[in-house]
């Protein structure tokens, strides 16, 4: 058994395809519509042979609350170096996002950054 794909709402669709494929690597299959449900979606693919699914709806809405939903918590991404982990967090300050923790050797025995995406979503970026 293994995870298929991981997915996540957003409301700027291109932008969050743009941000992965820049700073990920990823590949995006084609864009999904469905005008009927007013849903649009991209499949993207990483070189690892992971897969994550950006959706978008008009209606989709940020949370409102400052305390951390239930249910997903944050993506990790293994880059395969302390040296990398630096690299990109010093490319994620310089490009104007968001580094809220690190780069940093953790309790847990992780070296990892935590970045947000355009969407205010979490990534890990560890050896």
Known sequence: MRIEHVALWTRDIERLRSFYETY???????RYVNERKRFT?????????????????????????????VGY?????????????DAMAERFRREGH???????QTGDGYYE?????????RIEVTV
Do not use: Q
């Not at 990920?24 to 299959?29: L, V």
């Not at 992971?50 to 400052?66: K, Q, Y």
């Open 41 to 69: 979606s991209y499949f993207l693919s990483f070189e690892s042979g992971a897969r994550l699914e950006i959706m978008s709806r008009p209606d989709v809405e940020a949370p409102v609350a400052d305390a951390p939903p």
């Open 98 to 104: 968001p580094v809220v923790d690190g780069p940093r």
């Open 24 to 30: 990920f690597r990823a590949s995006a299959g084609p």
């Open 113 to 121: 950054c935590v970045v947000l995406d355009p969407e205010g979503n």
């Open 73 to 85: 918590a944050h993506l990790a991404v293994s880059l395969g170096s302390r040296e990398a982990v």
